[in-house]
């Protein structure tokens, strides 16, 4: 919802000025000649400065709106000289235009005239739209609160993605984080918890702060407006519903695990491009069985992730919705989508909730895909084993190496390789959770760099980020898949703390960038000539 200034509205009330016929001018019945000024009376639909020597005015002339003539008052006497009246008829803003294709005078504004249908649209909006701070608070916290002691505030401008709060600018007088502790607790104080008050970076700001860091100004809004609203009844089942299609897609996942081992038929259908005709699906049955362990293994390192989120978000006492799984064949989950349903207090809180889901969902994908790796390689286990394409290692240059150091050379140069499920289920894990840490947008990797970093940053990483995801570099055949997603769901970046200028420190920053190392490893494929030369695969050609 946008606002329109209130000078775009016209008023159409019109009232016409009467003047004295002969007396209103003390005897002279003319107006020397003015040059064009660009002003258009209302009822004749003359020019001002066109009224040349001779033609009188022995009627009725419009000079204002409303009964006024532009400088607040109701009524000028009619015993004026000429000079005057003409003063009147060039300095009067009309801001009319005769109406063209119609006999009866209009009116147009100079600028983007709006028809009352858009008038009514814009009120309506203003009805419904977000509730805006109000002034006599505004006027009360500025007396209450700010002052010489805490900030002096010099000027103020609209606040929010809807311009709904103040945004008070200023010089700070103290520590800015003991400043702004001190500010909510009076905030609190005088307004009883009806307002949230935001510590932010001052906007195009010409300097650093003389006491060291950014520039900081204190943005106003109401709670009901700036504070997440509560899960609804529909979140609630499409949450349900989205979670039973990831449990389908993990368990098709171990299903398509076992393709050496599925009918003929059934794989052709869902490898051969030109095959038409759907096969007897009651022969993927027996498979089923054997297909839970896999999906058990992709859904638990998932549901790992966001019990990571609430433990890091719990102690913070910050409130997360519930998690909205994505379902993907190929990984058996994309991760889930889940919101903030209370404003973080600070940056730091920001990048601990953020980087916990998943690092615990990669502590768990590691262990299993490790001890996966140790299962492939003992005999006693054989029985166990599943016969996976070995391109699957070339797909990430991290998990290839680590893989082609386990197994060894003899067991990668093959066509096939046998690898415990294990494998299969911590490599699913290890790379959803390398493309949830990816920096961009509101993924946990773009609220833990916009956290430690700050949204100009995010912006940079994002940029990096979906050309490597356009150009096929990071994630091989699913860099397309995600990167829509990403655009889809979720490019906009997290909403800013209550202090959202305090640093959040050295190591942080360095697990942030470590972080994003480890998930570039990740997702990199192998070229072939490295894969040839290390023995990962068949590769026939370069």
Known sequence: MGTFPSSCFLNPNLRFRSFPLGGGFKGRNSVP???RSGKVCFLCKRRVGEWKSGRRFDGIRCFSVNGSDGRGEEKRSGNQSTEEVESIAVDEDLNSEPNKTSRTPGISSEGPVYSSFQVDSYKLLELLGPEKVDPS??????????????FWVTREEPFGDLGEGILFLGNLRGKREDVFAKLQRQLQEVTGGKYNLFMVEEPDSEGPDPRGGPRVSFGLLRKEVSEPGPTTLWQYVIALLLFVLTIGSCVELGIASQINTLPPEVVKYFTDPNATEPPDMQKLFPFVESALPLAYGVLGVQLFHEVGHFLAAFPKKVKLSIPFFIPNISLGNFGAITQFKS???????????SMAGPLAGAALSFSMFFVGLLLSSNPAA??????????LFQGSLL???ISRATLGYTAMHAANVSV???VIAGWCGLTTSAFNMLPVGCLDGG???????????LLGFGLATYSLLGLGVLGGDLSLPWGLYVLICQRTPEKPCLNDVSEVGTWRRAAVIIATFMVVLTLLPLWDELAEEL???LVTSF
């Open 420 to 422: 415990h499920p294990l």
């Open 399 to 401: 998990l290839g190496l």
């Open 33 to 35: 000649e003015r040059s």
């Open 447 to 457: 609220r833990a760099v916009q956290g430690a970093f700050g949204k100009n940053a």
């Open 137 to 150: 608070d505004v006027k009360l916290i500025k007396e209450k609160l700010f002052g010489y002691s805490t």
């Open 535 to 537: 023995g990962i695969g």
């Open 343 to 353: 404003i973080l207090p600070d940056r730091k809180t920001k990048v601990d909730v």
């Open 382 to 391: 054989a029985g166990d084993l599943v016969q996976v394409p070995s391109m």
